[in-house]
């Protein structure tokens, strides 16, 4: 089994639909990330956590939002979804400054 | 603030040529530097990483050096394959975050 499990690979919604997107670890790492990659843009940080009671924005947050449910569990959320959200997004799990990353999720937007 | 800068893509190189990617960064103070890859389909992995100037970090054949005096962490390989193709991301740890480059897609033609 993978260390960063992420639920699922691909998913095609419509816009104004609700979507979450599931990432669970067994790293046993206290820190949990998500990102989104956009061609061209590299690697943007949407929301991250550094234990389960502790959540922070990242440079992209608007439109987004997360549940650190457990340890081992953090999932992201839109609200209402938006053609331009269209993205590969990823979670991370850190330790010690190394980031271990999960497959990724095609999340597309119609 | 702090932020990566490497060189944009695509490269293309025949097999066992030689290659250089070119990553420069901005930062306060002395953040760790990595190079992480990401081949088709799958989430970003760490390639190698140095923690303080002149550190030389390796891996699979990889090669990069923290240079403080320009800099800089370029990453070399002296002859590279077929199975290199991939997206290579340079980045540096802010505080308990890591920023990444935009990346730099390396084609090897057989």
């Known amino acids: 089994d993978a260390d960063v499990t992420q639920t699922p690979r691909n998913r095609i919604t419509k816009t104004g639909k609700r979507i979450m997107l599931e990432c669970s670890q067994t790293k046993g790492h206290d820190r949990m990330y998500w990102y989104r990659q956009d061609p061209g843009l590299g690697l943007r940080l949407i929301y991250y956590s550094f234990d389960v009671k502790d959540i922070n924005k990242g440079e992209i947050s608007d439109g987004y939002s997360v549940s650190r449910q457990a340890q081992a569990k953090f999932s992201l959320s839109l609200e209402s979804a938006i053609p331009n959200q269209t993205a590969l997004y990823f979670c991370?799990?850190?330790?010690?400054?190394?980031?271990?990353f999960g497959s990724g999720t095609r999340l597309t937007v119609v | 603030g702090n932020s990566v800068t490497q060189m944009e893509g695509p490269v293309t190189l025949s097999e066992e040529a030689f290659l250089t990617i070119n990553c420069t960064y901005t930062a306060t103070g002395y953040p760790s530097l990595f190079w992480y890859v990401q081949y088709p389909g799958e989430g970003l992995q760490l390639l190698l990483k140095?923690?303080?100037?002149?550190d030389k970090g390796s891996n699979k054949g990889f090669e990069a050096t923290y240079r403080k005096e320009t800099t800089s962490f370029h990453l070399e390989k002296g002859s590279v394959q077929v199975s290199d193709s991939a997206v290579y991301f340079c980045?540096?740890?802010?505080?308990?975050?890591?920023?990444f480059g935009k990346g730099t897609r390396l084609h090897i033609l057989p």
């Open positions: 991370a799990t850190s330790m010690l400054g190394i980031y271990t």
């Open positions: 980045a540096l740890s802010e505080g308990d975050k890591i920023i």
């Open positions: 140095a923690t303080k100037a002149d």
